[in-house]
């Protein structure tokens, strides 16, 4: 039986990697028609390399064949501390170290590269609030922090648990519960300053590390 590019779309659309045993199993056909679609599939460009793995191109796909994917999101799961502002930060909200227009401006042209959304993980989220008609119970610094990000067009969308025993393993939570809402998280990293709670979880690779000391996020930061 021969299949069409489309309907291997179709059938392993769901799939987090496509590769040759894949669709030799689930279409199912012999590993040579298996090789012949997979090899189509990259000369169209509806299969691409991304981060070792091979994945769908699911914005050329849904452009060109009409088909759609589940609702899907990318992250920034950012720290405040070491990446908005550093040892030098010269502004300051209430007693603690305010942040930085320069840097703020680095993380616009992360989201502006990658349309992600940015997830809080600093100590900063305790007194932040998603939910619009919380917005007045904010601390100031909280209020501070989403006033001085939205001079610049970026937003908060979330932040991780407020109990998480971890940033690590906050991060790991938040992606659960997206994905049990049926939204796949299609590619995150993680800005921070500190690296010891994201070993355990194994998260390191998608760790962007900055240096409170070392002037926190820079234009290098943003190239990775």
């Known amino acids: 039986m021969t299949f069409t590019i489309k309907e291997v779309i179709e059938k392993l659309k769901d799939e987090k990697e496509i590769s040759i045993s894949l669709i030799q199993r689930e279409m199912p056909t012999g590993f040579i028609q298996a090789g012949r679609l997979f090899e189509e599939l990259q000369d169209n460009q509806y299969v691409i390399k991304k981060n070792n793995k091979y994945v769908f191109n699911k914005d050329k796909i849904s452009d060109e064949l009409g088909i759609t994917f589940?609702?899907?999101?990318?992250?920034?799961?950012?720290?405040?501390?070491?990446?908005?502002?550093?040892?030098?930060?010269?502004?300051?909200?209430?007693?603690?170290?305010?942040?930085?227009?320069?840097?703020?401006?680095?993380?616009?042209?992360?989201?502006?590269?990658?349309?992600?959304?940015?997830?809080?993980v600093s100590t900063w989220r305790y007194t932040w609030y998603k939910d619009p008609n919380l917005k007045s119970q904010q601390d100031e610094l909280a209020t501070y922090l989403d006033e001085r990000l939205a001079k610049q067009g970026l937003s908060i969308f979330d932040k991780i648990d407020d109990e998480a025993i971890s940033r690590g393993k906050g991060v790991l939570d938040y992606i659960s519960v997206l994905n049990?809402?049926?939204?796949?998280?299609?590619?995150?990293?993680?800005?921070?300053?500190?690296?010891?709670?994201?070993?355990?979880p194994r998260l390191l690779r998608y760790l962007v590390q900055t240096s409170y000391g070392a002037g926190g996020l820079k234009q290098k930061h943003v190239s990775k």
């Open 70 to 120: 589940r609702p899907s999101v990318k992250l920034i799961f950012l720290d405040i501390d070491g990446v908005l502002n550093c040892s030098t930060t010269k502004d300051r909200c209430l007693f603690y170290t305010g942040v930085e227009d320069k840097k703020i401006g680095f993380l616009r042209q992360i989201v502006d590269a990658t349309k992600a959304k940015i997830v809080l």
């Open 180 to 200: 049990s809402r049926d939204i796949e998280v299609d590619d995150f990293v993680i800005l921070d300053d500190e690296f010891s709670d994201y070993i355990e």
